[in-house]
């Protein structure tokens, strides 16, 4: 679910008979139908509401795409029942650390003023006035244990966490960020 340009979704033929790439943007599909050899099947739609039948899938992967969508619980529920009984949710979330206010998703909802500034300063020009500083616009969930436990409702047993990044993810994203716009 989300697989973008599909770079992912393809190493998994490896490993299955049958995979399935799903995005809701349509230029990241056409991008990987355009350079995909294989026979992987791309479909357009939205994780709330997966166009599969009950039960038909071993694996649901969702990699970094879980805090984007609108209806968390709802797409939970989808992954649940396209699942097959016994079937594995893989997932990776941002975690919900000491220094999630320095997350660069969500710089401008904890610190607007400084985030105006730095957004100036890369960009050369103020932030448009459609840019809303509330939680509604483009805001990127972050978790702790308990929220993805609470999340996933009981559906899914917890078999792995991994935790990382404390710090250096906020700041290896930051410092992307102003290699892309300097050239570094």
């Not at 599969?52 to 970094?64: A, E, H, K, L, P």
């Not at 997932?91 to 105006?116: E, T």
């Amino acid at each position: 679910i989300a697989c973008q340009t599909g770079e992912c979704t393809k190493h998994f033929l490896d490993k299955s008979k049958y995979v399935v790439g799903l995005d809701l943007q349509f230029s990241f599909l056409f991008e990987a139908k355009n350079k995909d050899e294989t026979e992987l099947r791309f479909v357009n739609a939205r994780a709330e509401g997966l166009p599969f039948q009950d039960g038909v899938f071993d694996y649901c992967i969702m990699i970094d795409m879980l805090e984007c969508v609108s209806d968390q619980t709802k797409c939970i529920d989808e992954a649940h029942r396209v699942l097959k009984p016994g079937g594995n949710l893989i997932v990776s979330i941002p975690q919900r650390g000491l220094f999630y206010f320095f997350n660069p998703d969500n710089f401008k909802y904890y610190l607007p003023f400084i985030y105006r500034k730095i957004y100036y300063i890369l960009r050369r020009k103020k932030p448009s006035k459609s840019i809303r500083f509330s939680k509604e616009n483009d805001y990127h969930s972050q978790y702790n244990f308990k929220d993805i436990s609470s999340l996933l409702n009981y559906k899914f047993e917890i078999c792995r966490v991994y935790q990382g990044g404390l710090i250096i993810y906020p700041i290896a994203i930051w410092l992307n960020y102003f290699a892309n716009v300097f050239h570094f």
